[in-house]
């Protein structure tokens, strides 16, 4: 019998709290689009990370930056990101591997999420060297002190009218 997961479209979810999306994440989705039907970036919601941008204004900006992709769609999701793979019938997780420590981090939640589902494979993609110093945590300290990010933001994002309360 014919496995059905060749002839399904490919899947993938792209999961992270994009706080906010920078030009590092924007590469990684468009590097992977050659390898997928489909990509979810999924905004996680999670109670242990506080929100530095409202859940609306990241989604809308992301949404701003794929607006002419129809393989990208944006979505949020609390609780498991494996679960939230499951309900989207997606195949495949991408993670972007910056650094040593980015990759012992990941390797422990790959494995944990494969002990979940072993049908649901996570593929990491290396970060083109001229993004590996993209933080969304660097974004947000700049922004914090007044600075101007634009450069590490997709071209779309428009910080300039936001208002950080
Ligand atoms: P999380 O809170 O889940 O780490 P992030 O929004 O910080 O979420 O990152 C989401 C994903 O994007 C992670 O796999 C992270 O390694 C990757 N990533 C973050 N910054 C970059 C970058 N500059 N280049 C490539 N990948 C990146």
Redesign the pocket.
């Known amino acids: 019998m014919t496995d059905k997961r060749y002839i399904m479209e490919r899947i993938a979810v792209?999961?992270?709290?994009?706080?906010p999306f920078?030009i590092?994440?924007e590469?990684?989705v468009r590097r992977a689009l050659l390898l997928f039907d489909k990509i979810i970036i999924a905004i996680?919601v999670n109670s242990n990370?506080p929100d530095f941008f409202p859940i609306e204004k990241r989604m809308q900006w992301i949404k701003e930056v794929f607006e002419f992709d129809e393989k990208v769609s944006i979505s949020n999701y609390n609780g498991l990101t494996i679960e939230f793979c499951q309900k989207m019938n997606a195949q495949f997780i991408i993670?972007?591997?910056?650094t040593a420590s980015?990759f012992d981090y990941?390797r422990s939640i790959a494995l944990v999420n494969q002990s979940m589902d072993s049908k649901i494979e996570t593929l990491f993609m290396l970060?083109a060297p001229e993004?590996?110093a993209?933080?969304?945590t660097l974004v947000r300290d700049i922004i914090r002190h007044g600075g101007d990010a634009s450069k590490f933001l997709p071209n779309s994002h428009d910080l300039k009218n936001f208002r950080i309360h």
């Open positions: 792209f999961p992270g709290s994009f706080d920078t590092g994440h590469s990684i996680g990370k993670r972007g591997l910056r980015d990941e970060t993004y590996s993209v933080t969304s």
